[in-house]
């Protein structure tokens, strides 16, 4: 399974005993609850669960809680039938039912409205739904995962999810850690997704300044994030655009919960400070009549960087 090498290259990553939990736990019918900040992977970490169990053969159904409307939140998850509501005009088997012998992913699970909570308890304790407008229950036979960036248990306390349905899903949690404390695993995780951009260009390996680029910067996106930052470097590299320049006017902002080590902190606040205010880029390329050359040397930066300031601040 070429698509999860990277998850557990190094038996020194802190993702290696968390794969071999998921290993194990594949075999069997437990609930597991992924928890991590957005953007760490848990999605991949679902296909990884999975690719792994029994159930591989029959669908992954995945499920954005966050998504769900109050108003089509029933029919989408338990189905419906005929006549049910105004425009429905054949039978929906709901996404429960799609799952029916393979795996439920309930993404964002704390984003459920109380509502919903209680009729997805019910389904989780009888297996059997009842599609909206039908007169009987349905036998289902699912795998379910979930997946949230919330404290749940802190939500119970407030009363925004229900405490039964929290342990009911808390059977077999996960702790994905952020990607600042997996600093081994940045360059196989860049050099990865590099590489499935597909460019024939792009088929190389990722220069040492790009490497020590990635290393110094605290990635509060996590996994997300890096791979916006590629595939917006892979576009303006042409132009001569460094990966140190892009990371500058990436925020530098932490998790308050979670600081980074305070070297990196300081790379990525000094480096953030380093870019020209656009009123600098104006009066520089002012006393230079347009050179841009000229008026990057003044600035401190490369042409390349000048230019990507010039288009992002619409400066002619």
Known sequence: MKQFDWLGASPHSPMFPILEQ??????????VLLQGETGVGKEVLVRYLHAHSLRCKAPLIPVNCGALTPSLLESTLFGSVRGAFTGAQHDS???????HQGTLFLDEIGELPLEAQSRLLRVLQERKVTPLGCHHEIDVDFRLVCATHRDLSAAVKMGAFREDLFYRIHTFPVQIPPLRKRQGDILALANSLWQEMRQPELHFPLQESCRESLLQYAWPGNIRQLRNVLERFSVLRRQGVKLSHLLREEPATLHASEPVARYQVHVATRDWHETP???SIRKALEEHQFNKSRAARQLGVSRGCLHYQMQKHGIG
């Open 22 to 31: 998921l290993r194990l736990v594949a075999s069997s019918n437990l609930t």
């Open 277 to 279: 205010e656009p009123l």
């Open 93 to 99: 088997k709901g996404l429960v039912r799609a799952a």
